[in-house]
């Protein structure tokens, strides 16, 4: 299988972070979302990573239905498989998700934007729902048990794209937080070569 992903998407992270946990294999092909290469938006129309090209010519996005397409391939291996437990799971990656949305956008306008030309409340807005989660998350880490599933890999992800893009804005007050991505990465060593980076 073939992903269309870029190092820097905490999204691209979290797929391939789960594959590599999953041993499931990748040609990962890195691609410019700005250009909007043929072999993406050919496959995706909305032009967006991660996107997943299977070997039977299916194109699978975003991030979280190519997670629920890694489990069925896996053997639900994934998430939980308890309800109640895959729920809060599943909770838990869509709120990562979002989070790293309102990061992405806050990246977007100051990057696309000339300074002048930039909203500050509209990236003021982003940044309180930032802090609402990381401060909830710090409160209450997530718990991890025997097995990793896809709630913690969006947490991972979400966490390297803050160090990556919001160095020191958010750690002073969350080091519980920073705690939990240290447990993370004794249970999933390859965290540092697969987070968002540069």
Request: charged letters at 30%; hydrophobic letters at 40%; glycine letters at 6%.
């Amino acid at each position: 299988m073939k992903l269309l992903c870029s190092p820097t998407s905490p999204f691209s992270s979290k797929v391939r972070m789960a594959a590599r946990h999953l041993d499931i294999e990748l040609d990962e092909i890195r691609v410019d979302t700005v250009a909007g290469p043929a072999v993406l938006v050919d496959n995706n129309p909305l032009g967006k990573i991660p996107t997943l090209l299977t070997e039977d010519g299916l194109s699978v996005f975003d991030s979280r239905a190519i997670m629920h397409h890694f489990d069925r391939l896996s053997g639900k291996k994934l998430y939980p498989g308890k309800e109640s437990k895959r729920t809060r799971a599943e909770v838990l990656e869509a709120l990562c998700d979002g989070t790293s949305e309102c990061l992405l956008s806050i990246v977007y306008e100051r990057r696309f934007r000339e300074a002048e030309k930039q909203h500050q409340p509209w990236i003021d807005r982003q940044w309180t729902k930032a802090s609402r989660t990381l401060a909830h998350l710090n409160a209450e880490p997530p718990k991890i048990g025997r097995k990793l599933h896809g709630g913690h890999f969006a947490l991972a992800a979400m966490i390297g794209y803050l160090q990556l893009r919001f160095e020191g804005q958010w750690e002073a007050d969350h080091a519980d937080l920073l705690a939990w991505a240290r447990r993370f990465e004794k249970h999933f060593p390859d965290y540092q070569a697969m987070k968002p980076q540069a």
